[in-house]
């Protein structure tokens, strides 16, 4: 029997990007996984750490290369490589993307050419502005067939009162549902 086919998709949240690759390990065993990265998480190095060490640490846990251009991205769809997509962490810029039809990264074209086969589409937000100017695309997402999210909540309500990330421990259960047709509750914590 096959295993499931997980596209995870990264964005340029560096300072969460870790925990996404933790849980992008955990769910190895279980899932096939098809990795795909922002064009800026492929190529820029931060505080956080160098583009070529997390290519190579993406590849060592998955076992292939990344996704890393629109034009790799693209055929998705039209091959069904993907039978659920995760984009952890998903930026605010990403869910704006996704919330007005914008197709102009890597991870916006893997999301929209993994959607045309109805399958579900799960979001990680990560973004300082969730309780700000994000929230009526995290709103408009929220109504979208087919799109879940992994529970989320403040990260730090005082320094930064509209911040929100995902709860990255919850992906694998929030996988789980999302193949089911569930969103997994409570989604704001």
Known sequence: ?????????????????????????????????????????????TRFGKAEDLRREIISICGREPI????????????????IMIISPCTGNTMAKLATGI?????TMAAKSHLRNSRP????PATNDALGAASKNIGA?????????????????DKKPKSMVADFKKIPEAI??????????????
């Open 1 to 45: 029997m096959s295993k499931i086919k997980l596209g995870f998709c990264l964005c340029g949240s560096f300072c969460t990007i870790a925990e996404s690759v933790k849980q992008m390990k955990i769910l190895s065993d279980k899932y096939e996984i098809i990795p795909i990265i922002s064009e800026i998480v492929s190529t820029q190095d």
């Open 68 to 83: 890393v251009s629109i034009a790799e991205a693209e055929p998705i769809g039209p091959k069904n490589m993907t039978d």
């Open 103 to 107: 197709v102009d990264t890597t991870v």
């Open 121 to 124: 589409l799960l979001i990680a």
């Open 141 to 157: 997402l929220l109504n979208y067939k087919n799109y879940y999210f992994v529970p989320y909540g403040q990260d730090d309500k």
């Open 176 to 189: 789980e549902a999302a193949l089911k047709g569930i969103q997994l509750q409570p989604i704001v914590f």
